[in-house]
């Protein structure tokens, strides 16, 4: 490679150096012989793609043939998945594989084959560009894009993620990449560029919802030097990992979209604040900054300019207020992470109190797409007050769990039961929580409701950075605000009263709630805590804090009412509230209960119905799963 | 010059005044905690809440903030008395008692603002009367620039505390955290030939009279001051009373 990339840098012109590195690049992407890509992301790895790498490289180690690791296509549900590419033919995706497989197909895709058995779709032209035309479509295999799960997405994001390697320079510059910043470094003045950003109506994808373009112009104009770029990629709301799939699987797009925008403000020197938490993205990360400075896109006199910024990367140390802007910025400063009060902003003061500008990993991976396809094609995308896509993680209750991207506008009911397939074993849907601990339960009466920012506020929840997790019936949303309580006060930094205070006592009240203690004006006691810490936090972590109890409280009171009147936990969910018992005439007297009964809770001989000693039982509810005669009862 | 309105009084102030000074220069007061006109603005008790309200784009926003760090601008209205104001302040004071229940400063309030001590109970059942204003660590770090203490862990279990909580030689012994504390939760104790300071390991050799045996102050607090003031090494060796005496017999006679 070192060979190669001398020699395309040796000519000053980048124009023709893209045209090389964009030629190499398509034979990187569709070589002249068998590749395999196993998606091995940290969800992929998860799922054991290590196993299947290390078994494809047994398998295949006597022949003539790539393999490499890509990043997500999103459908992690179904993960470890490979994509196969034999020359001539339109890639076809396997899920949800196992070692065992592979030994059984590689072979078959050695001679050119594709059976049906394991195949998830073949790509097509959202990934295979001016190819889709010259390859061979697979019969019998369906296209990807024709699937429920990727039918409503829009990828621009996304777009690479799972397909290209994300540390091949030459296959991000095949798929278009490097073109928007060659073009912004030659044909706009940076004023032009920031003009761009504020038509496009881009917001921020953090969950804020700034306008990203008006944040950075008023950085430019802010007097001071130097000027800071900023990538949040702390990403730490429970159940969201939109930011580290884009970080595994495409980073030179975050690092093109950083370098548009240093230019665009006047700024030198970028940052990226990513959480220890993500050694792979770290890892990744790290290598692209490497690589594109060794092509020229990165450091000194970028594509031979007179323009030069270089990236830092910050690992943060496991604290989830340090997604704050004002927490993050003091956390790079090497000070404790706390927010401080923003009536001076950051684009004026920010980190050394300099102006700063700072957005989030999906921001700046939209900045090059939207020069690419112009403001007017992004204008078209999403919803009068929200541009563009939005990458969510769908997880919870649902059939196909994952990474999506939707145009803003899009339904939670198309989301849910288009793209994420409904509730599995035929439940029905309860509530679907947005906006990561922060955010807000939605319930189904809401379901046709377009999901933009404006949208989701209105109902009590926000965007957020973009966590969805759906709730079946089986689910006690008491229980859930506990849950969601719980992570705030572990996060709170501890600052401010209302929120390192209030937050801990609005989680001690929800918690005698669902322990069957609840006292007749708790309700009320909780709305007059929530507003107070509503208002009167300091940060936005504060803030929102009370968000899943008013949520809950809103669409699910009668809830809250059945544990504190009835005593009764109308989900089946909270221990203290619920009692298995186990119906005489259906006991068989198996004995199965009694056999499997952790605490020896359950007595009976033979021939004579069981009986659960309820002074004993811990609830457990393994006598319910292990009876084959629907005996035992929960109430 | 920017004019606002506080509780319905027009007055003019210099642009980025905060709200809580220019309630103060015309007399209208607003209860702190963690303020001090030494010490930069931390903003973290909440107890100075007032009520905003400006005009933007032709609509009204109104919103609760805190008045000691908010800047005054043009056509600001300010109420540091509303029912909103009243009733949320109250809340804070209770959270606030929860931590501290015996403060003489959080009692008075409570009184003024009909907080109640029953509805919450604290994480430490009140044991460490901290209330976490960080009046000591900025005073520490900003005044003293010893740097002794600050604070440590996150949320409810957030301490003021000496790094790795060991004794640190950088401690002066001047208790200036003690002398600024709002709830008196720094408990200074002064021995024989000690001086202690209870919330976290601090304890210095004591200096002590040469006439009369008498304390004098820490070894390092006196060794300080000779460094800084050039006076004759006698005053440093005397405790107080004796000082006095000196002086009074050496320059008046």
Known sequence: MNTEKSSVLEKKD?????????????????????????????????????????????????????????????????????????????????ANLTPKIIEELAPQWLEGKFPEKNALGQLGPSYLDDMEGILKPVSGIKRIEDLGFFKKQLKIVLRNSGFINPLDIYEYVARGGFYSLYRVLHEYEPDQV????????????????????????????????????????????????MDRATLEGDPFGILEGMVIGAYAIGSNQGYIYVRAEYPLAVQTLHKAIKIAGEFGFLGKNIMGKDFSFDIKINRGGGAFVCGESTALMASIEGKVGEPRVKHIHTVVSGLREKPTV??????????????????????????????????????????????????????????????????????????????????????????????????????????????????????????VAR????????????????????????????????????????????????????????????????NPVLTTLRYFKDEYIAHIKEKKCPAGVCKELITYFIIEDKCTACGMCKKNCPVGAIEGEKKVPHKIIQEKCTKCGICLSVCKFDAVVKK | MVTIEIDGIKTRVEEGTTVLQAARQIGIEIPTLCYHEALTRYASCRICIVELSIEKRGRMRTWIDASCVYPCQEGLIVKTNSEKVKKERKVILELLLSRAPESKILNELAEKYGARKDRFESVDKGK???????????????????????????????????????????????????????????????????????????????????????????KVYIEHLRKEVPLSDEVFELCYECRRKMYTTTTWK
């Open chain 1, 194 to 241: 920031i003009d761009d950003i504020i038509k496009s109506g881009l917001r921020g994808r953090g969950g804020g919802g700034f306008p990203t373009g008006v944040k950075w112009q008023s950085c430019r104009k802010a007097p001071g030097f130097p000027k800071y770029v900023i990538c949040n990629a702390d990403e730490g709301d429970p159940g969201a990992y």
């Open chain 2, 128 to 218: 460490s009367n901290c209330i976490l204003c960080s009046l000591c660590v900025r005073t520490c770090h900003e005044l003293i620039h010893a740097d002794v203490i600050g604070t440590a862990y996150r949320g409810i279990r957030k301490k003021v505390l000496s790094p790795y909580n060991i004794a640190q030689d950088v401690c002066i012994g001047c208790t200036a955290c003690a002398f600024v504390c709002p709830t008196g939760a720094i408990k200074v104790k002064l021995g024989k030939d000690r001086l202690d300071i209870e919330s976290w390991p601090a304890s210095l050799e004591i200096v002590k009279c040469k006439k009369c045996g008498k304390p004098v102050g820490p």
């Open chain 1, 14 to 94: 980048f124009k023709k150096i893209l045209e090389e590195l964009k030629l190499e690049g398509k034979k990187h992407l569709f070589p002249d012989k068998l590749k395999i890509s196993v998606q091995s992301a940290t969800c992929g790895k998860a799922s054991g793609a290590d196993e299947i790498y290390s078994t494809l490289e047994n398998t295949l180690k006597d022949e003539d043939v790539i393999l490499e690791r890509v990043g997500c296509i999103g459908l992690c549900q179904q993960e470890p998945m490979v994509n196969v590419y034999v020359p001539g033919w339109k890639p076809v995706v396997y």
């Open chain 1, 358 to 479: 700072l957005n989030n990993v999906e921001t700046w991976a939209n900045v090059p797409r939207i020069i690419e396809m112009g403001v007017e094609n992004y204008n078209k995308i999403g919803t009068k007050g929200s541009k563009g896509t939005k990458v969510f993680s769908l997880v919870g209750n649902v059939n196909n769990n994952g990474l999506v991207e939707v145009p803003m506008g899009i339904t939670l009911r198309e989301m849910i039961f288009n793209i994420g397939g409904g509730i599995p074993e035929n439940k029905k849907f309860k509530a679907v929580q947005t906006g990561g601990p922060s955010g807000g339960c939605i319930p189904e009466s809401l379901l046709d409701m377009p999901v933009d920012f404006d949208e989701l506020i209105k109902v009590g929840s926000m965007m957020g950075s973009g966590g969805m997790i759906v709730m079946d019936e089986d689910t006690c949303m008491v229980d």
């Open chain 1, 483 to 546: 849950y969601f309580l719980s992570f705030l006060v572990e996060e709170s930094c501890g600052k401010c009263t209302p929120c390192r205070e209030g937050t801990y006592q609005l989680y001690k009240i929800v918690d005698r709630i669902t322990r069957g203690e609840g006292r007749e004006d708790d309700i009320e006691l909780m709305e007059e805590l929530a507003e107070t810490i509503k208002d009167a936090s300091l940060c936005a972590l504060g803030k929102t804090a009370p």
